[in-house]
DNA sequence: CCTCTTTGTTCACGGGTGCGAAACACGCTC
DNA sequence: GAGCGTGTTTCGCACCCGTGAACAAAGAGG
């Protein structure tokens, strides 16, 4: 299940003080409120979620990578390349799908993929961006942090500084 | 016309049905409510305004060019070079677009386009302007430090206070 | 258990090239 | 003539991209 791209509504107890939001994808409702309140703002999450989704990397002709605001222009090469592990975002992409993707023609040296992985990984890093390394698979491109696999799921408490509340999770598929 | 850089709150009366926006720098509040609230939502979209939604630079027929308040002008060849960066703001312009624009004639010496935007440069950065190279593929024109090519994190501003009309317009200076 | 092989990571180096920037030259307009 | 706008030359840096090599981690095989 992805966690990116979610929308989050807090829903604030009487007497407590309101939240500091920034984020275009969080709001908050003061409860008790009318049902009709609560939804017209999980509908302008969700709507913004869907027009706003910055939630996935764009990468358009020019080599420019744009993801959660910011932006890095990438060489062509490397753009080739992030463009393959794009298009299988989230999922392993082979090493031969990678190498027959950039180098059309004839291959170079054996290192050369290993190495423009690694440049790749230190562009990608200040976007918040991960290449993981699934050993004698390939790559795969994910956001940073949606890892530690599915045995160590250890769910700690996270305790945000809202001192308040439930909060209402809305998913983005 | 577009209508960026302002943010709106919407005061909805009690009995009335809530209103439904897309905007990330619209939302909406139901009065009475505590001013704390009002003020939150508020630093929320001025929060939002400064991050995210960014005025645009306006560029009349006379060479002048306004952002933030301040403004400069530009010579001809300057303008011309100016307003096809313009109408692709923050999207990268290929060399090749941006001669054919300046000189719809034939082209100069090869170097001219980098002098150019080179003076150019120098002419924006009073107004906090930036132009950033794409190597190989063209220029882009943005606001300072909305890139991650530059470690330059940093800049969170204040923000003023607003006084509570029917409808509050919040400027973007 | 030890060693060799495979696979992946990281560094240093060099050739090629796009671009930045200073300096200069020329023409035009107050 | 002084200042400005524009084009050209020239130098050098920084980046792109491949190569070689050192190093680490995981298996395979004796």
């Given amino acids: 299940m992805k966690v990116t791209g979610e929308a989050r509504l807090l829903l604030v107890e009487d007497g407590q003080p309101p939240p500091r939001l920034v984020d275009c994808l969080e709001d908050w409702i003061r409860v008790p409120a009318p049902e ?59 090493r031969d799908t990678l190498i027959r ?25 200040p976007l918040g961006l991960v290449i993981r390394t699934v050993r004698s698979r390939g790559y795969l491109l994910e956001p940073e942090g949606a890892d530690a696999g599915a045995e160590n799921m250890e769910h700690v408490p996270d305790e945000d500084e809202v001192g308040a509340g439930s909060v209402a999770t809305l998913g983005n598929p």
Same sequence: chains 1, 2.
Avoid: C, M
Wanted: charge should be positive; hydrophobic fraction near 45%; glycine fraction near 10%.
């Fill in 36 to 94: 009709e309140d609560v939804r017209a703002r999980v509908e302008a999450l969700v709507a913004r979620s869907q027009a706003h989704g910055d939630k996935l990397p764009g990468l358009d002709a020019n080599g420019v990578l744009r993801y959660g605001g910011r932006w890095v222009s990438l060489p062509p090469l490397e753009a080739r390349l992030t463009a393959t592990l794009l298009d299988r975002f989230e999922a392993v992409v082979g």
């Fill in 101 to 125: 993707v950039v180098w059309p023609g004839q291959a170079p040296g054996r290192n050369a993929l290993d190495v423009h992985i690694l440049r790749l990984r230190r562009r990608l890093q």
